[in-house]
């Protein structure tokens, strides 16, 4: 196979089934309560939290390229 | 004075059979035991005839040979090789070489001393 | 309020500079230096998603529904975590047929179906004008905000600034997105523009948030303070809106839309599979990409809530606080430089979703129309790529035209702000027959004609056809009661499902009956051999790596195939096929020969140019085709895969034949130099025989000359002969028996042995001979040691050979022989030392080979040069080694060493025998 080497698909498919478990119900409504987090609301807080999570975890794999190459 | 014959082998009893045989022809007989020995001697001596063994330690005669036809004071002598190996690539060396003749051991006392006597005539 | 003058300079004056950037990445693509050539940009050109939807409408939703503006963000980062596997493959696939658009994409995978390719137009054209109507608005209602101008839509058209805005973009989409015809080859300066355009929304939207957050308010905090003492602020945090819990069921809709639509929208595959200049970078961009969705989404809850909190400000007005906030503050710099943003997001969706659609209209609208009436019909003709080029333009400005004139109709209505999410949905459509088909052999054209009728059947009655209502188009009666008054076929409660808002309501029918019928009908009916051969080459694009079978069959001629491809791209490119073919084969051009790869080479360039379905219905025009059926595409695959076994098998065997080519080399060369050996070995056993020989002829043949010869003489004479024969026969005998255990031949009678006895009875054996020398023989042996399995005769003559040697060199009188036995881990290790001169450096090596005698023959003891030779065979023999220590002047020490469990060895079938005599 050629186009280079990238991330790993098991990684990739992972994070992205953590992905969706973390912006869905029910884990997301555990962020949805009042009070704040160092003065900020914690429900956009948590959300743009776990979302430059993922990205960094996107980029580590990326970037890494360490994994194989796998077509499918 | 008789013709001197210079007799070069490392075989000490190859040694006592031919000098038995040259003394017994008359000649003078001298004796070395390797190749440099053998060069050393007829450089000092001048023999008219060397049996010149073909496998000896430190020069073989066959370099012996080479030295004394580049010698021109001893360019004339003349040289019959013995050799104990009988392929004929060895027997070409030794003409190469420059050897007047060349016989393989082992010899005919007869023939090798009537070889000797056509050669010093 | 801005001065209309201004507005304007800055509108068309951003234009012109999109102009210059695109003209001047368009001439360094052509100079081969590209600008887009890396993943930031190519990320950048990804921005596209971003439309005045995002710009303007996120506020706007953020103010009414609070952080449900969200999901349509995280669907995008959720696809991009698999844009590696999924998107690089839809990359390849486009890259290696010349796909150049999603219906294209869609109709060449399931057996490059001219209907398929329309009904994918045709969902394309209904769901995105809308959309670019939208657009329309938007540039319009941000003129009005900028200027405090009366409402657009009470203008006439012609002096509507909205309509030259959509001429001037369409100019733009024409002059940069259909230069060439060929679309596979990419338009830099159009995704040049469109990157710098996303930069520039990206920097107007942060501008304005950290204006509105740190400028009127102070901070993050200070806004969320005040937010908290208005209940209906505080509200916009939290999940549950309007009371009725969290709507999961819709959050989730939503986040799996978006994450679909990220892929399928037309502008999105055009700058991301399109455009894509080297898949590897969509290694970087898939990460850098929802960065830059995070960064223009983290100001959208602030820029909300601090305009709603701020005095005379409505949810009503908050799509345009981008604009209204800075202009109302004392920020009219600002507030332009919003607007140009604004412009940004506009004109980047519009050029690029115009020249995607236009392509698909073009190519499976158009083009298959006119192929039918045969207006191109014709197999040669004139040159068509100008009429090409002048339908894809008029496609340009239709497409925008009929926005705008979708935009003029329907003004403010329902329809047309919630046109951004029933767009997703329409576009969601394709995602069973596409995602389907790159992953699922299986997939069948009847099954993707099914699951798309069926799901955009059912997106317009359930989503499309109520937001008509609700604009008051058409009847809303049906709505609330159904048409004809069934309940159950209630648009938005269709078959009774209630409790689902209408969007999710609407996926949820479409998506699963489309899902439904695509798998069904793909399993009911086999597919042709033409979907077939397709399938297998757009599922399996990356296992091919460029040798991809070809499925075609039939007669071409080669000035058929040259006369259609000019007419469709052109005499220049048409010519570089051939001769590039020609030039691969390494056969003159003249001599080229129509073969089925090459055919399906020039289907592949056309398809560039008018798509694929198009372009097999003008191949199968001028050649003379053979039907394939599924056997026969079986066949030809198992053909590829065997052709690629064989070039495989084929490159093993040229690998193991330079293998045991060199190896013979070697082999050659080893028996060279043993033959050479041979040749040496018989050469010196030859002079070893000759040499007494010769002393026993000559002194026998003086003897015989001579019977008056001196008895002292004579005796001596016959002292010489008896010596050499003796000579002679120890040589005979050493000979034959190298040669035996050389051979393998050599007897071996194993016993136990003690090898300290042994030692003793050598001793014993070469006493005299030591007497005779003068010297002296030491023996250091332990009390007792392990006893051998080996053949103790052998060992006793290793034995003598190593002391004999020895007291052959020690010097006359003083000569000291010294012997030890040690056991040393496993072995027994005897070393024989002498006092004698030792052995020089140079001759070391050679002590242990054959007739190699050390010192010169008149002083050196008599010998044979075997005795060496044979002790070390023996003892390797034994699986020990023998081996030499020694430094000049200090003597010689002859050593070796048994193991005491003689396991292996040289000379397999002796060992076999030991290895039965121990058990």
Redesign the interface.
Known sequence: MTGGRGPGARVLVALCAAGFALFNFPLLVVWDRPGTILGLPPLPVALFAIWAGLIAALALASERGGGRDDGE | MGTKVLIADDEPNIVVSLSFLMKREGYDVLVARDGVEALETIRAERPRLVLLDAMMPRLTGFDVCEAVRADENVRDTRILMLTAKGRDSDIARGLGAGADAYVTKPFSTRDLAARVRDMLA | MIPPAVVLAASFGYLLLLFLIAAHADRRAAQGRSLIDNPGVYALSWGVYCTAWTYFGSVGRAASGG?WF??IY?GP??A???A??VL??MV?IARTYRVTSIADFIASRYGKSPALAALVTLITVVGIVPYIALQLKAVAAGYQVMTGAEAAGAAAWWTDKTLFVALTLAAFAIAFGTRHLDLAERHEGMVAAIAFESAVKLGAFLAVGAFVTWGLFDG??DI??RARAVPEL?AL????RGGGG?G?AQ??AL?LLSMLSVLLLPRQFQVMVVECVD??H???A??LF??YL?LIN?FV?PIAIGGLLLPGNGSADAETFVLSLPLGHGAPALALLAYVGGLSAITGMLVVETVAVSTMVCNDLVMPALLRLGVLGAPRGSDLTRVLLSIRRGAIVGVLMLGYLYYRVAGEAYALVSIGLISFAAVAQFAPALLGGI?WRDGTRAGAFGGLIAGFALWTYTLMLPSLAKSGWIGGDFLARGPFGIALLAPERLFGLTGLDNLTHSLFWSLGVNVALYVGLSLARAPSAREASQALLFVDV??R??AEPVFWRGRARLDDLRALATRFIGPERAGAIFADYAAELGVPPAELRPDARLVDRVERRIAGAVGTASARVMVASVTREEPLSVEDVLEILDQASQLRAYAHALEEKSRSLETATAELRAANEQLLSLDHLKDDFM?SV???L??????????S??ML??PEMEAE?RG??LG?IV??SERLTRLVNQVLDLAKIEAGHGEWHNASVDLRALILDAARGVAELFRERGAELVLDLPASVPPLWADPDRLTQVMLNLLSNAAKFVPAEKGRVEVTLAEEGGNLVVSVRDNGPGVPPAERASVFEKFRQGG???SRPPGTGLGLPISRRIVDHFGGTMWLDSEPGQGACFAFRLPLAPATGPGGKENGHEGADRR
Do not use: N
């Open positions: 952080v969200l999901p995280l980062m959720l991009m975590l698999l590696w596997i690089r493959k390849r993050f905090g969320w303070h505080g945090l939290r999940l549950d969290f999961h959050w989730f986040t898949e590897r969509i290694r970087r898939a990460w929802p960065l995070l983290i809850l992953y990356f296992r790596g460029g050469s030859t002079h070893e000759r040499t007494p020989l010769t002393s026993i002829r000559a002194l043949e003086l000359d001579d003489q001596e004479f010489i010596s050499e010169d023959a008149a």
